[in-house]
C-alpha cells in the first residue's frame, strides 16, 4: 500500500588538544623533542579522527541520496467520480487534461500496479474497471477497459480496490447493506473467487502480498442512527484458497485507536499503520508474523484523520489525510480536497 515514504559529521573541536605540562624549568632537548612528537602525534590523531568523521559523513550522505524516490506522478478520482486527474508529485501541478468517465457510470476508486493504473467505475449495480496509462511526461495517454473484470454489487462509499503488483488481480470491496463481500478478479481471464460475512462491517485498505490480501476489519453498529465503527483489526487472507467466509482471514494485529488505514508491504512482512493521535499523525510499522509494532516511519503535525494509505511500485507510501491534503512520502505535499481518492 502505499507510500509512500524519512546526520553527519559532527564538529570534533571539543577533541581539542590539551598540554599539561609545567614548564618551570629549561626543558632538556630530549624532552622537548618527545613533547614535539607527543604533539605531531596528537594531531595525526585528530586529523585522522575527521577524516573518518568525513567518511560517515560521506557515506551516509550516499545513502540518502541512493534511496529510490517515490513516484513522479500520482492519479486522483474527482468526488463527482466524472473524471480522473494526473498531479506531479513534487509540486503539485496538475499534468495534462483530466479524463471524463465512461457514459453512464462513475469512477470509485483508483489503483496503481507499478506501469499503469486501474481504475473502478460503477453504474447499474455493476462495477467494471480501466486501465489508464501515462505518457513519460505523466499526461494521460490511454484509457482501456478490462471487459472480463467485471463484479456484480453495489459499490459505495465505503468500497476499496487493489491490485497486485502483476496487474491482474483486482481485488475490490461491494457492499449488501453493511456487510461487506470482497471479490477477486483476473483482468485476462475474469476467473472471480469472493468472500462474505455476515456481520456488519467494513471492510478496508485493501492491498497485496504476493497472493496475500490484507484489509483492515473495522466492525460497526449503530449509534443514534448511524453506523459507527467499533475497532480496528488488520488482517490477511490467502486468496490462493478456497472462496468462502472471510473468518478464513488471520489477525495480524489490532490497531490503536485513531487509526482508520493500514497496509501489508510488498513482501508481506511488514504492516503499516497510519495514526493520529494528539494532533500528530503517524506511520506506525508493525511485523506481520508476530503483530508487533517495530518503528516509526514518518510524523507530520496532523488534526485530522488518516483517511487511506497507497503504497507505489517503490514501496513509497502516499497518505491521504482528512484536513484536504495528500502526503507523499520521498516527494512533496499535494492539494486534494477536490479527490475522493488517490493512487501512485
Same mark, same amino acid.
Given at each position: 500500500m502505499r507510500t509512500g515514504a524519512m546526520d553527519g559529521g559532527r564538529d570534533e573541536g571539543k577533541n581539542g588538544i590539551r598540554l599539561r605540562q609545567a614548564w618551570r624549568t629549561a626543558l632538556p632537548v630530549g624532552v622537548a623533542a618527545a613533547a614535539a612528537l607527543f604533539l605531531g602525534g596528537s594531531i595525526d590523531v585528530v586529523h585522522r579522527h575527521q577524516r573518518e568523521a568525513n567518511k560517515k559523513h560521506d557515506a551516509e550522505a550516499a545513502a540518502v541520496s541512493s534511496t529510490p524516490? #517515490?513516484?513522479?506522478?500520482?492519479?486522483? =478520482?474527482? !468526488?463527482?467520480?466524472?473524471?480522473?486527474?494526473?498531479?506531479?508529485?513534487?509540486?503539485?501541478?496538475?499534468? #495534462?487534461?483530466? &479524463?471524463?468517465?465512461?457514459?453512464?457510470?462513475?469512477?470509485?476508486?483508483?489503483?496503481?500496479?507499478?506501469?499503469?493504473?486501474? &481504475?473502478?467505475?460503477? #453504474?447499474?449495480?455493476? =462495477?467494471?474497471?480501466?486501465?489508464?496509462?501515462?505518457? #513519460?511526461?505523466?499526461?494521460?495517454?490511454?484509457?482501456?477497459?478490462?471487459?472480463?473484470?467485471?463484479i456484480s454489487g453495489v459499490s459505495a462509499a465505503w468500497s476499496d480496490l487493489a491490485v497486485a503488483s502483476d496487474g491482474d488481480r483486482i481485488a475490490y470491496v461491494t457492499y449488501r447493506g453493511a456487510r461487506a463481500r470482497v471479490d477477486v478478479v483476473s483482468a485476462r481471464t475474469g476467473a472471480r473467487k469472493?468472500?462474505?460475512?455476515?456481520?456488519?462491517?467494513?471492510?478496508?485498505?485493501?492491498?497485496?502480498?504476493?497472493?496475500?490480501?490484507?484489509?483492515?476489519?473495522?466492525?460497526?453498529?449503530? &449509534?443514534?442512527?448511524?453506523?459507527?465503527?467499533?475497532?480496528?483489526?488488520?488482517?490477511?487472507?490467502?486468496?490462493?484458497?478456497?472462496?468462502?467466509?472471510?473468518?478464513?482471514? !488471520?489477525?495480524?494485529?489490532?490497531?490503536?485507536?485513531?487509526?482508520?488505514?493500514?497496509?501489508?508491504?510488498?513482501?508481506?512482512?511488514? &504492516?503499516?499503520?497510519?495514526?493520529?493521535?494528539r494532533s500528530v499523525g503517524s506511520l506506525q510499522a508493525y511485523s506481520a508474523a508476530t503483530g508487533e509494532p517495530t518503528k516509526i516511519l514518518w510524523t507530520q503535525a496532523l488534526k485530522a484523520p488518516i483517511t487511506g494509505l497507497d503504497s507505489g511500485d517503490k514501496g513509497k507510501l502516499l497518505i491521504s489525510a482528512g484536513d484536504g491534503r495528500v502526503y507523499a512520502v520521498g516527494a512533496g505535499t499535494l492539494p486534494g480536497k477536490d479527490l475522493a481518492d488517490t493512487a501512485w
Open positions: 524516490p #517515490g513516484p513522479r506522478f500520482v492519479v486522483g =478520482v474527482a !468526488r463527482t467520480g466524472t473524471a480522473l486527474t494526473v498531479r506531479d508529485a513534487r509540486s503539485g501541478a496538475t499534468v #495534462g487534461l483530466p &479524463v471524463a468517465a465512461p457514459e453512464g457510470r462513475r469512477f470509485q476508486r483508483v489503483a496503481g500496479d507499478g506501469d499503469s493504473y486501474v &481504475v473502478a467505475s460503477y #453504474g447499474g449495480r455493476k =462495477v467494471t474497471f480501466q486501465r489508464l496509462k501515462l505518457d #513519460g511526461d505523466g499526461r494521460p495517454e490511454s484509457l482501456t477497459e478490462l471487459p472480463k473484470a467485471t469472493a468472500w462474505t460475512t455476515r456481520y456488519s462491517a467494513r471492510v478496508s485498505s485493501l492491498s497485496w502480498a504476493g497472493d496475500t490480501l490484507a484489509f483492515v476489519w473495522n466492525p460497526v453498529r449503530r &449509534v443514534h442512527g448511524k453506523l459507527t465503527e467499533t475497532g480496528h483489526e488488520i488482517r490477511t487472507l490467502d486468496t490462493g484458497g478456497a472462496a468462502g467466509d472471510l473468518k478464513a482471514s !488471520r489477525a495480524v494485529a489490532k490497531l490503536p485507536e485513531g487509526t482508520t488505514s493500514a497496509v501489508i508491504s510488498h513482501d508481506g512482512k511488514t &504492516v503499516v499503520a497510519g495514526v493520529v493521535q
